[in-house]
């Protein structure tokens, strides 16, 4: 039984760009959470999403944004790439309920340079 | 504001010593506490968890935490450590009524030497 599987594991971009990160979640769970984890920091939320809507979002400008498919998989979009976006970005999946334990992929590290 | 306080950034200890790892927070609602523990290059893995009942709370690999209401508190231990626990560990939170949107503490750097 596959966990969460994130692609790609690295990406480095150049400021003002864009990327997309992709997300599927554990089997069986039907909401996925992303996190933000900067270098020495824990990691911080940035949204979820449920039903393929965006359920609870973080304090994260509207250039993150994203999506949740048929299928429960997610994607992560950040536009207009600062420097400071530079990060580990953490996949989270789990059932709904405020009581069900979070199972992470192991990430993506973006560099924005 | 709800918020996550892990009191030492880093703890290094010898092998077969005991640690703690020591973690408060901040709440105006009733929460759901967690550690995670992170090795290098991986994601979090749930280490364990405190949902309602008895307060102290064991893992598989000899952890365990006790829940202190009065003194918000959410402390880590093991009694003797190995070198393969080497790795950053995080107390996190869920606010109750909040889905579970965890609240991550800054992380403490549990570095085991032989």
């Known amino acids: 039984d596959a966990g969460v599987t994130q692609s790609p594991t690295h990406l480095i971009k150049t400021r003002g760009q864009q990327v997309t990160l992709r997300c599927s979640p554990k089997?069986?769970?039907?909401?996925v959470s992303w996190y933000q984890q900067a270098l020495g920091q824990g990691p911080q939320f940035i949204f979820q999403?449920?039903?393929?809507?965006?359920?609870q979002r973080g304090n994260f400008p509207d250039r993150f944004s994203g999506h949740q498919f048929p299928n429960y998989s997610s994607e992560l979009n950040v536009n207009a790439l600062l420097l400071g976006d530079s990060a580990l970005y953490l996949c989270?999946?789990?059932?709904?309920?405020?009581?069900?334990?979070?199972?992470f992929g192991n990430g993506t590290r973006l560099t924005v340079t | 504001a709800q918020s996550v306080t892990q009191l030492d950034s880093q703890v290094p200890v010898f092998e077969e010593a005991p640690v703690e790892l020591r973690c408060n927070y901040s709440?105006?609602?009733?929460?759901?506490l967690f550690w995670y523990v992170q090795y290098p290059n991986q994601g979090l893995q749930l280490l364990l968890k405190?949902?309602?009942?008895?307060?102290l709370v064991e893992s598989i690999n000899g952890f365990e935490a006790e829940f202190n209401k009065s003194q918000t508190s959410f402390h880590l231990r093991k009694p003797s450590v190995h070198i393969s626990d080497t790795a950053e560990y995080f107390c996190?939170?869920?606010?109750?009524?909040?889905?579970?949107?965890?609240?991550f503490g800054a992380g403490t750097r549990l570095a085991v030497h032989p």
């Open positions: 999403y449920y039903e393929e809507e965006e359920r």
């Open positions: 996190a939170v869920i606010l109750s009524g909040g889905y579970n949107k965890l609240i």
């Open positions: 089997s069986g769970h039907d909401t």
């Open positions: 989270a999946s789990s059932l709904t309920g405020e009581r069900s334990p979070l199972h």
């Open positions: 709440s105006s609602v009733s929460v759901y």
């Open positions: 405190y949902l309602s009942g008895s307060t």
